[in-house]
């Protein structure tokens, strides 16, 4: 695993590509890109068959740059980092601090790539990636970029624990179609890791979390609930849901355990979406269970009571 560490001290579970991998994934793209200018070559030059020499040139070198150089660069953007090779190999580029590429990034990744691999058939690009500890090539370093794997075995993937019980179903109704993937990602990241994180830092990230997963979705969390236990309660909603329309409405809930005999969808762990981030799946941090006097249900010791 990568040994990335974001300013809020989180460690991000990145696993850099290796050589085998991003050639192969390389020699996709290349190869449908190849293709694609053959064929538009070949129109090009039946329909501009009757233009003076200077014209066909400007013609062909347009033809070039845009796409063998511009239509890698534009698919990286609009797919954050997937080109076609990489979703075959199960590849994405992603930042250095595990975010999702810009076009930017792109544009320099690809700049960068007419020279180490189309002037010097990829000889450059083998080079630097040998040499790196991380596999990145020449575009990337100056990018800031990383080529992680996106597909893990399933021994390494981190269950998702579930809510405290009271919180349960609390957040059906909760709209999560504003919250971005990368957010999302984030979340996951300090669920995981939460534990292994100092106290206060990781109270400090928990709650800028939940600030922003609140003005994403316009509804805070219900009073006295702790940051920690509302990302986990969101992250869980969102498990059910997308479990709920990969399998459908038989996907049913079990008993909650909060009071009042309330039931609800209890949250359903569902492999990472392949199109989430570049990372390795994350989890939600335990959050430990409303203290209990004589068997009654009572708050958590920051005063936040379970639902009725």
Known sequence: MSGLVTGDAVVLGLQPARLPSRALAVLIDLTVVVAAYLLISIGLAVATAS???????????ASFLLILVGAPIAVETLSHGRSLGKMACGLRVVRDDGGPIRFRHALVRGAMGV??????????ACAASLV??????????????????????????????????????????????????????????YLTRARDLDPAVGRRL???????????????????????????????ERQARDARRAFGPSVRAGAAGGGGGMSAPAPVVVPPSAAAVA?????????????????????PATGFAPPA
């Open 51 to 61: 233009l003076d020499e200077a014209a066909v040139m400007a013609v062909s070198i």
């Open 279 to 299: 990372v390795a799946p994350v989890v939600a941090s335990p959050v430990a269970p409303p203290a209990t006097r004589g068997g009654e249900s009572r708050p």
């Open 132 to 189: 790196s500890e991380r596999g990145r090539r020449v575009g990337d370093v100056f990018a800031g970029t990383l080529v992680v794997r996106e597909r893990i075995p399933a021994a390494r993937v981190l269950a998702v624990p579930p809510p405290p019980p009271w919180l349960v179903g609390r957040f059906s109704g909760l709209d999560l179609s504003a919250v971005p993937e990368a957010l999302w990602l984030e979340i996951r990241q």
């Open 206 to 236: 928990a709650e800028r979390l939940a600030d922003e997963l609140v003005t994403r979705t316009g509804t805070p969390p219900p009073p006295g609930v702790p940051a920690d236990a509302f990302l986990a309660g969101v992250v869980a």
């Open 115 to 124: 020279v180490e691999i189309l002037m010097t058939f990829g000889v450059v």
